[in-house]
């Protein structure tokens, strides 16, 4: 298996645009996480999602944030409007739906930068 | 709400210096704790977890975390680092509701 795949790799805006992040999980998990690391807050959880539905999604920070997952192999994060304050990576990471706190697998990460 | 703290944002130690990173953790029931770690240019990987059962964890690359309940700490060791070793490092502690909580992670450059 690839692993968790996400793209862009990196990806740099100007304030007031739509951004789209996107994520592959791996085949067979069931979870799939969004993350976002800053240097101030280091790493937070925006949302997770089990058997494509969203389950917790109290770590988005604001309504411009939307997160969709219309299938097992697929999931997007949008910002729209976008901010400079959202400049970040973001992470997505999929686990399989077994205990709690099981192994995550982690993209490599989305480097947002918007001006 | 779980929170987890880790103390140092930055260690620089020389190859052969041995290493502990601290990590502090509230949570008002059974938590499972982890240690993520991150190289340059690489994605997140798992170190190791403590889920249950003896509280001194065995991970890859030499690794070990204590899980020490009266502290709430889940410090992360190592007695002798190398170079390769230079990476970001996580601690992560998760409870009945899913949710990973991460520290905002310790840099560690060890020097050749």
């Known amino acids: 298996d690839a692993g968790v795949i996400q793209s862009p790799r990196h990806e740099v805006t100007e304030m007031g645009q739509e951004v789209t992040l996107r994520c592959k999980p791996i085949s067979g998990h069931d979870y799939l996480f969004w993350y976002r690391q800053t240097m101030m807050r280091g790493l937070e959880l925006l949302i997770y999602f089990n058997n494509n539905v969203p389950i917790d999604d109290s770590g988005m920070p604001e309504d411009r944030f939307s997160a969709k997952m219309p299938n097992a192999s697929f999931s997007t994060l949008k910002i729209q409007p976008s901010e400079p304050r959202d400049s970040a990576v973001y992470f997505c990471?999929?686990?399989?739906?077994?205990?709690?706190?099981?192994?995550?697998?982690f993209g490599s990460g989305t480097q947002l930068s918007v001006l | 709400a779980q929170s987890v703290s880790q103390h140092n944002h930055h260690v620089i130690l020389s190859e052969a210096a041995s290493l502990e990173l601290g990590c502090n953790y509230s949570y008002g029931g059974t938590v499972n704790l982890f240690w993520y770690v991150q190289y340059p240019g690489q994605h997140l990987q798992l170190l190791l977890k403590y889920f249950s059962g003896d509280p001194l964890v065995k991970g890859i690359k030499g690794f070990e975390a204590e899980f020490i309940k009266s502290k709430f700490s889940f410090n992360l060791r190592k007695p002798s680092v190398q170079w390769s070793d230079t990476a970001e490092y996580f601690c992560a502690v998760g409870g009945s509701n899913y949710k990973l909580t991460f520290g905002k992670g310790t840099l560690l450059t060890v020097n050749p």
């Open positions: 990471a999929s686990s399989t739906g077994t205990p709690q706190g099981e192994k995550l697998f």
